[in-house]
C-alpha cells in the first residue's frame, strides 16, 4: 500500500493551479484534504504523475453570505464548515449532513471542495448541493464559469471539471426561515459512505401548504439524484401521510442504483421510498 | 466436585489494578515490528495471486530484477532450494489427506493473495514498484468459489489426485442418537452459517528475518503469540537446528491468535535475507492481510436437537462443514474441530452424532481466530435451544436451567471430548436475569414495543474450554506440539524479582497479571517484580503459545508453584540471618519476619546479598546459591469457564438495522486475577463477537475475489456502534490448577454470536423470525422480516 513514484508540486493560488493542471494534463491531480487520494493513491488505483498540492493557497477559503446565497470556498475543512455558525443558520442541512461525512478527523482534513470535485455518488456533500440546487464555480484558463449542481455531476468519481480547471467555490441558497430541514442517511457504521441517504427541506406557507420542497437522494444511482417528481407530488399540497408515501414511492421509481456487497440493488431502492418517507416527516417535524 | 472460593489474603490477587505495561504503551513508546530497524536492513514484498485457481505457466522477473534499488527476487522454484512445505501442526481426523503448499507457489495457485514471488528492495515503495514489473501467466483452471461448489457432484476438483474436495470427515458418537429422535416428543434443526472473517488486529503481521550464513544463524523478530512454535516450525521448514535460530518479539498490536499461526511471510524473508546477505522487513499491508492472513469462522453447520415434550434434551446430531482454503493453514482444521466438540456447550445431551467434513475451496487458508470454533459451537447449541423453547412453548431461561449439569455432577463429560472441571452453571443464569431485571431492561422493553418499537432481549449461555491442555491428551487428538507452560522466576541479589514467561503479551495485560501472582507469591511489592517474554534465547519454551486461554491458566499456574518453592528457599536463608525457625517465618512486602515480632526482619535484598554475594555465614551450608526457580506445568484437564450473556437490542423493521443498546455478562472463570483487565477481555471479545453477528464479513464473488478487501468494505464494529458493558463475576476456582483459574480470554467472542440473533428473534417474536445467518446485515434482516410478515398473512 505505497504509491508509485510522483512528482509534487505546491501551487501558491488558484491561476497557479490551473496553470500547473495546464502543463501537466490528465497526468496531474489535485490534492487538498486528500482523504480519498491518498488511499486512492496507496491501493495504486489512482496513480497521478504530479500531485499539486493546494493546501498553501489562500484565496479558495472562507464561509460568507452574499446576497441571499451562502458562499463557501472550496478549500474550507469540512469540520470548520460544520461548526461554522452562519453556515448551520443559512443551510441547516450542512450541518446535519457533515456529521455522516467519515469522522471527525477526516472531517478536519477533508474539504469541501474535495468532497464534491471527487463526485463520489454516495457522498453527503454532493447530494447536499443537488438537493439545494447550488452552483458551483468553476476557474479555467479563460476565466471562471458557473455550473448548477446537477449539470456538474456526471458518474462516479466524474465531473464537469476539466482537466485544467479547479474547482473554487460553490453557492448555496439561503433556506427561508421556518425551513423544516432532515437529512436521513443508512450506512452500516456511523461514518460509513451511504446505502442511501436522503436530504430533505419543507417550508410550509400560512395554509399548511408546501412551498418549497428539495429532495435529493445519495448512493442510489451513478450521481447523485434531485428528486424532481418526489417534489411534484408535494409542492402545492398539504403533507399528509398519502402524499408522502406517494412522494417515497416516486422516489423510489427515480433511483437507479446498483448491488455491491453492502446492498443488492432492490434493498437500495427499497431504502430511498423508507427514507425518503423519513426525512419529508422529519423536516416537517423540524420546521 | 465444585467448590465455592475461599477467601485468601491477597494483596495483589483478585484486585483490580492497572496495567504495568500502560505508561509506555500510553505514551507513544512501545516498540511494535515497524519501529524496529537493524542495520543493512531492506525491505521485501509478495507478489500475490490475482486468480482463485491458476497453473502458472511462465514467470519472467528480469523486469523486475533490473529496477534500481532491487536487492533480489524470488519465485517458488528459488525457494523450494532451501525450504520445505508449509508445516501443519494439527491433524485431528484420522487418515486426513493434509494439503501442504510452500510459502510461495510452485505450479498452481489456489487462492487469490497465494504468493508467487517476492522482492526484496532498498525500501517498501521500490519493492512494490518492481512487483508490478513481475510478468507471471496463469492459465486458468476452474475455480470452487464456495463449499455448496465444493460438495457438488461434478465439482471441480482442487487436487487432481483426490476422489473429491473433502480432506477428511470424522464422527464422534456418544449413546445412540438415532433412538434419541426416534423417541424424541420434539425436534427443532436448522442450518446455521457463520461467514468468513478473521481476527483482525489494528497492527499486521510482520517480521525481520536476518539469516548470516556466515554464522549459520537465523535471527527473527516476528509478530507472533508463539515464537517458541515458530523456531521451532522455521527449523523445521529450513532444515536448520534449532539452537541456530532465535526467535525475538517485539509489543503486538493484538494478536486475537490470527498471530498464532505460522505464516509463508517468515519463510519468505528468511529466504530473501539468506539470498542478499541483508536483513529484510516483511511487512503484511492492510490490503493484502485480507488474503494472507488466516482467514476464519467460515462454516456451516446443519444441526437437530431432540427433547422430550417436559424440556429434556436427548439428542444431538449434525454435520459441521469446515470451509477450509487452497492448502490447509497452520492449524489445519483444528477450530472447526473445536466446534463440533463443544457444540453441546453447557448441557446435560446423552445421545450424540456430530460429525465433522473439511472441505476445500478455492479461498485463502482456514486458521485461527480467538474463539477457535467454539462461537459456532454456542451458535449450535444456544440457537437450538431457544428454537427448542419456542416449540415447547417453555422459558427459554427454564430450558437452559434444567439441562444444566448439578455442581455435584462435576467433573462433567460432556460426550465428546471435554470433561468440564466445575461450574455453578444455574447460579449464573441467575446472576444474569437477575441483572437484567435490575436494569430494567424488561421495563425498557415493554415501553418501547408500547411505542411501537421492536426491543429484543437475548441471552446465551456459553462455555470455554481453556488451559489447551495436557499435552499427551492434544498429541493424542493430533497435535504435533505440546500444551505445558515453563515459568522462570528469579529474584537476584538486591531482592528483586524477575520473571521469564514463554507466553506472548499481545495487548491483553499478561505483563500485569504475572505481576500480580508473583508478588503475591513471593511476599514481595510488585513494583519490584519484572516480567520478560518474546525471546526465545532467554525465556522458556512454552508448548503451545499463547492462545487456548493458557497464559493465566498455565502460565499463572506455573508461577504460583515455582514463586512458593522459592518463596520457600528465602525463608530458610531469612531464617539463618534470623536465627530462627523457617516455620516461624512469614514475609510480607518485601520484608522477611518472624510472625507476630515485626521488629525481627531481614529484607529480600539482605537474602538477595547472601545468595549471590556474601554466602559465607549467610547462607545456609544445605543451600545452593542464587535465587531460582522453573516450573513446567501441564495440567490434568483443561478447564472449563462460562457465562451467560445478555444483550438489549433494537430492530429497524424498515431496514432490517440493529442497534445494539446495553449488554451484561454473568462470568464464571474461577479466580480473577485482575477484575479490571478480566472485563476488559470480557468487553473486547464481545465486541469482536458483534463484528462478526452483524458487520465482518469476507463477501467472495463467483471467481473465489474478494470484495471485501478494505477496511471501507470490511467493517469492523467501531466504538459507536458497541453498547455499554456490564459484567458480574462469580468464582468457582478451577480444582486441578494452582491458583484456581479458568481461561477467559475467549469468553466474549464465544458468546456473542448467538446472544445477537436471539435478540434479533426476541425483537421481532410476533413474526417468529429465526437467525441463522452471520453476520446478519440489513439487507439480510428485511429479507427475513418479510418472510415472515408474508408467511403470517398467508397464514
Not at chain 1, 13 to 32: P, Q
Not at chain 2, 237 to 245: E, R
Not at chain 2, 445 to 456: L, N, V
Request: negative net charge; contains cysteine; glycine residues 10%.
Amino acid at each position: 500500500m505505497k504509491p508509485p513514484p510522483f512528482e509534487y508540486r505546491s501551487a501558491h493560488d488558484s491561476t497557479e493551479t490551473v496553470e500547473l493542471l495546464t502543463e501537466y494534463g490528465d497526468d496531474a491531480k489535485i490534492l487538498a484534504g486528500g482523504q480519498s487520494l491518498v488511499p486512492l493513491m496507496n491501493f495504486r488505483m489512482a496513480r497521478p504523475s504530479v500531485l499539486i498540492d493546494i493546501n498553501q493557497t489562500q484565496d479558495m477559503t472562507g464561509i460568507r453570505e452574499d446576497d441571499g446565497h451562502l458562499v463557501i470556498g472550496a478549500m474550507a475543512r469540512q469540520r470548520v464548515l460544520e461548526r461554522d455558525p452562519t453556515a448551520g443558520v443559512a443551510v441547516p442541512l450542512l450541518p446535519a449532513a457533515l456529521a455522516h461525512t467519515g469522522h471527525t478527523t477526516n472531517r478536519n482534513r477533508g474539504t469541501f471542495g474535495g468532497s464534491l470535485a471527487h463526485a463520489d455518488p454516495a457522498a453527503e456533500l454532493p447530494a447536499l448541493l443537488v438537493a439545494m440546487g447550488g452552483e458551483l464555480t468553476v476557474k479555467g484558463p479563460s476565466g471562471t464559469r458557473i455550473v448548477p449542481a446537477e449539470d456538474f455531476f456526471l458518474a462516479p468519481l466524474t465531473t464537469t471539471l476539466a482537466y485544467n480547471e479547479i474547482l473554487v467555490s460553490a453557492r448555496l441558497p439561503r433556506l427561508p426561515s421556518g425551513t423544516g430541514t432532515a437529512v436521513e442517511e443508512l450506512a452500516r457504521r456511523h461514518g460509513d459512505f451511504a446505502i442511501v441517504s436522503v436530504m430533505a427541506a419543507v417550508h410550509l406557507d400560512s395554509n399548511g401548504r408546501a412551498d418549497l420542497v428539495r429532495l435529493a437522494a445519495g448512493g442510489v444511482d451513478s450521481t447523485p439524484i434531485r428528486l424532481h417528481e418526489a417534489e411534484s407530488v408535494l409542492s402545492g399540497g398539504t403533507l399528509d401521510e398519502t402524499s408522502i408515501d406517494a412522494a417515497a414511492t416516486a422516489a423510489a421509481d427515480a433511483s437507479h442504483p446498483v448491488d455491491d456487497v453492502h446492498g443488492t440493488a432492490s434493498y437500495r431502492r427499497d431504502m430511498v421510498r423508507v427514507l425518503v418517507a423519513r426525512a419529508i416527516r422529519s423536516a416537517i417535524a423540524n420546521r | 466436585m465444585t467448590t465455592t472460593a475461599e477467601p485468601q489474603e491477597t494483596k495483589y490477587t483478585g484486585k483490580s489494578q492497572q496495567r504495568i505495561e500502560d505508561p509506555r504503551l500510553l505514551t507513544g513508546h512501545g516498540t511494535y515490528i515497524d519501529d524496529i530497524t537493524v542495520p543493512r536492513m531492506i525491505e521485501g514484498a509478495v507478489l500475490r495471486s490475482p486468480v482463485a485457481h491458476a497453473r502458472i505457466t511462465r514467470i519472467d522477473v528480469s523486469k523486475a530484477a533490473e529496477l534500481p534499488g532491487v536487492f533480489a527476487v524470488i519465485t517458488g522454484n528459488d525457494l523450494v532450494e532451501f525450504a520445505g512445505e508449509q508445516p501443519v501442526i494439527w491433524s485431528v481426523i484420522p487418515e486426513q489427506r493434509i494439503a501442504r503448499a510452500h510459502a510461495l507457489a510452485t505450479d498452481t495457485v489456489r487462492w487469490v493473495g497465494q504468493g508467487v514471488a517476492a522482492v526484496a528492495a532498498v525500501d517498501r515503495y521500490v519493492a512494490e514498484d518492481a512487483l508490478e514489473l513481475i510478468e507471471v501467466d496463469y492459465e486458468p483452471l476452474p475455480v470452487v468459489a464456495d463449499l455448496e461448489q465444493a460438495l457438488a457432484p461434478d465439482a471441480p476438483k482442487l487436487y487432481e489426485d483426490w476422489p473429491d474436495n473433502i480432506s477428511g470427515s470424522m464422527t464422534f458418537p456418544a449413546g445412540d442418537a438415532d433412538a434419541a429422535f426416534a423417541e424424541a416428543d420434539v425436534v427443532v434443526g436448522a442450518s446455521f452459517r457463520h461467514h468468513a472473517g478473521y481476527g483482525c488486529s489494528i497492527e499486521t503481521r510482520g517480521c525481520i528475518a536476518n539469516w548470516d550464513v556466515f554464522a549459520g544463524k537465523l535471527d527473527m523478530w516476528l509478530g507472533t503469540q508463539a515464537p517458541n512454535l515458530a523456531r521451532d516450525l522455521l527449523a523445521q521448514v529450513l532444515s536448520l537446528p534449532v539452537d541456530k535460530i532465535r526467535v525475538r518479539t517485539p509489543d503486538l498490536g493484538g494478536g486475537f491468535g490470527l498471530k498464532f499461526d505460522f505464516y509463508p511471510d517468515e519463510i519468505i524473508a528468511a529466504i530473501l535475507s539468506r539470498r542478499t546477505k541483508r536483513p529484510v522487513k516483511l511487512l503484511e499491508d492492510r490490503q493484502e492481510s485480507f488474503v494472507s492472513s488466516s482467514r476464519a469462522r467460515d462454516m456451516r453447520h446443519d444441526f437437530e436437537m431432540a427433547l422430550r415434550s417436559d424440556g429434556t434434551i436427548i439428542g444431538l446430531r449434525g454435520t459441521a462443514y469446515a470451509v477450509l482454503g487452497g492448502a490447509l493453514g497452520t492449524v489445519g482444521s483444528g477450530p472447526p474441530w473445536a466446534s463440533v466438540l463443544a457444540c453441546m456447550g453447557p448441557y446435560k445431551i446423552p445421545n450424540q452424532e456430530l460429525t465433522l467434513k473439511a472441505v476445500m475451496t478455492n479461498r485463502s487458508p482456514y486458521g485461527s481466530y480467538r474463539g477457535w470454533g467454539m462461537p459456532k459451537a454456542n451458535i449450535v447449541h444456544e440457537r437450538l435451544i431457544e428454537f427448542a423453547a419456542r416449540k415447547l412453548g417453555m422459558s427459554r431461561i427454564d430450558l437452559r436451567r434444567m439441562n444444566f449439569p448439578t455442581p455435584e455432577e462435576f467433573p462433567y463429560f460432556s460426550g465428546a471430548a471435554f470433561t468440564y472441571d466445575s461450574g455453578r452453571y444455574a447460579d449464573c443464569l441467575d446472576l444474569a436475569t437477575s441483572a437484567v431485571n435490575e436494569r430494567g431492561w424488561n421495563v425498557r422493553q415493554r415501553e418501547g414495543r408500547e411505542a411501537g418499537r421492536s426491543i429484543g432481549i437475548g441471552y446465551g449461555f456459553h462455555t470455554e474450554v481453556g488451559a489447551f491442555g495436557p499435552s499427551r491428551v492434544l498429541n493424542m487428538v493430533g497435535l504435533d506440539h505440546s500444551g505445558f507452560d515453563e515459568v522462570r522466576i528469579r529474584m537476584d541479589s538486591t531482592g528483586k524479582v524477575t520473571v521469564l514467561s514463554g507466553q506472548s503479551a499481545m495487548g491483553q495485560g499478561t505483563h500485569t497479571t504475572y505481576a500480580q501472582l508473583a508478588a503475591d507469591g513471593l511476599g514481595v511489592p510488585i513494583e519490584d517484580v519484572t516480567i520478560v517474554t518474546g525471546d526465545t534465547e532467554s525465556c522458556p519454551y512454552t508448548g503451545y503459545g499463547t492462545g487456548g486461554s493458557r497464559a493465566a491458566t498455565l502460565g499463572g499456574a506455573a508461577i504460583v508453584n515455582a514463586s512458593g518453592r522459592l518463596k520457600s528457599k528465602i525463608l530458610r536463608i531469612g531464617a539463618e540471618l534470623l536465627e530462627a525457625n523457617p516455620d516461624d517465618l512469614e514475609i510480607s512486602d518485601g520484608r522477611v519476619s518472624v510472625r507476630g515480632a515485626a521488629d525481627a526482619s531481614v529484607s529480600t535484598a539482605d537474602i538477595g546479598y547472601s545468595a549471590y554475594r556474601m554466602l559465607n555465614g549467610r547462607l545456609p551450608e544445605s543451600e545452593t546459591p542464587t535465587l531460582e526457580e522453573i516450573d513446567v506445568f501441564d495440567p490434568a484437564n483443561m478447564t472449563t469457564s462460562y457465562g451467560c450473556t445478555a444483550l438489549l437490542v433494537e430492530v429497524d423493521r424498515q431496514t432490517g438495522a440493529v442497534t445494539l443498546l446495553d449488554c451484561l455478562q454473568a462470568h464464571d472463570a474461577g479466580v480473577i486475577i485482575n477484575p479490571l483487565l478480566a472485563d476488559g477481555q470480557l468487553a473486547g471479545g464481545l465486541a469482536q463477537a458483534f463484528g462478526g453477528g452483524l458487520f465482518e464479513e469476507f463477501v467472495y464473488d463467483e471467481d473465489g475475489q474478494i470484495n471485501t478487501a478494505s477496511f471501507m468494505d470490511y467493517l469492523l464494529p467501531s466504538a459507536t456502534d458497541i453498547p455499554p458493558f456490564h459484567f458480574y463475576h462469580q468464582e468457582t476456582p478451577a480444582p486441578h490448577i494452582p491458583g484456581g483459574m479458568k481461561g477467559l480470554g475467549e469468553a466474549g467472542t464465544i458468546a456473542g454470536v448467538s446472544v445477537v440473533a436471539s435478540a434479533i428473534d426476541d425483537a421481532l417474536s410476533d413474526l417468529g423470525v429465526a437467525v441463522t445467518e452471520f453476520p446478519m446485515t440489513p439487507p439480510r434482516l428485511l429479507e427475513l422480516i418479510r418472510a415472515a410478515q408474508s408467511a403470517g398473512v398467508t397464514a
